[in-house]
């Protein structure tokens, strides 16, 4: 079992940056794949960034491609996305998930962190 607590969401004013983390503890992290996901209300949820265990693949959806980057740090245990230039469209809650393998898909992930509320005002 792979536990993953996220942090470092939080409100800013459109433009601004902030860089989430995701903390892994139980088994070996350098295993998983991770992904980053966010859900804003009434809308379904939707895949951000993923990163490969290696952490040489990187993967972003068209929306945050070229603002966001995702990175991890095996020493630490703990993957990143860093935030720029963020837009109101961007509040959502931000969830973490590790799989076998980088994915696009949420069913393709086994653990999964509670979120973080990033909001981002006009």
């Known amino acids: 079992q792979v536990q993953l607590v996220e942090s470092g969401g939080g409100l800013v004013l459109a433009g601004a940056s902030l860089k989430l983390s995701c903390a892994a503890s139980?088994?070996?992290?350098?295993?998983?794949?991770m992904g980053w996901f966010r859900q804003a209300p009434g809308k379904e949820r939707e895949f951000v960034a993923a990163i490969s265990g290696s952490g040489e693949n990187k993967y972003y959806a068209d929306s945050v491609k070229g603002r966001f980057t995702i990175s991890r740090d095996s020493a630490k245990n703990t993957v990143y996305l860093q935030m720029n230039s963020l837009k109101p469209e961007d509040t959502a809650v931000y969830y973490c998930?590790?799989?076998?393998?980088?994915?696009?898909?949420?069913?393709?992930?086994?653990?999964w962190g509670q979120g973080t509320q990033v909001t981002v005002s006009s």
């Open positions: 139980g088994r070996t992290f350098r295993r998983y794949a």
């Open positions: 998930a590790a799989g076998v393998a980088p994915a696009v898909r949420g069913r393709d992930y086994d653990y």
